[in-house]
């Protein structure tokens, strides 16, 4: 089941702004906290929920294939990479792969088979000892389990 495209989606901050979830869950429609979660760029709760926030989409961060999307992950991952010990075991360097280069394959196969069976991608780990931590997601359009909520960026053609 190949869906129609994916959006991209970035976040960086503290583990302690992720606490505060009535910025992270949609409200009734028309009230000033829904107005907030539309404009906040904390992680969502329900990952379909990214796709209400309109703002949020950027052309650069659509894609009509699920590789572009896997590339995107990958890279965000290299340029954030999670601090030694998050993913289980301090990285190495030498003859043998570095632990987050084992954890980046592993990540991509995942994903990329959750992806095109409907499943949206989601990475957060921590990127330093002061509690940063980076959260970004690859969302299914339309969504399988918000097939109500339309899609905030059609890709180009």
């Given amino acids: 089941m190949t ?11 503290s583990n ?3 606490k505060d979830e009535s910025l992270r869950r949609p409200s009734a429609p028309g009230t000033p906290a829904t107005q907030e979660f539309l404009r906040s760029s904390l992680p969502p709760m ?6 209400l ?9 659509t894609w009509t294939g699920v590789d572009e999307a896997i590339d995107w992950m990958a890279a965000t991952y290299k340029r954030h990479p999670p601090m030694d010990g998050d993913v289980g075991f301090p990285a190495v360097s030498g003859a043998v792969p570095l632990a987050s280069d084992v954890e ?26 002061n509690g940063g931590v980076v959260a970004y997601a ?11 909520i339309p899609c905030p960026l059609p890709p180009r053609p």
């Fill in 138 to 148: 690859a969302i299914c359009c339309p969504h399988t389990h918000l097939p109500e």
């Fill in 3 to 13: 869906l129609g495209h994916w959006h991209g989606y970035l976040w960086t901050g």
């Fill in 53 to 61: 926030r309109r703002n949020a989409a950027s052309a650069d961060l």
């Fill in 16 to 18: 302690k702004d992720l």
């Fill in 104 to 129: 980046l394959d592993a990540r991509k196969v995942t994903s990329r088979d959750g992806l095109v069976n409907g499943v949206d991608a989601y990475w957060q780990y921590y990127i330093n000892p």
């Fill in 46 to 51: 329900r990952l379909g929920h990214y796709l």
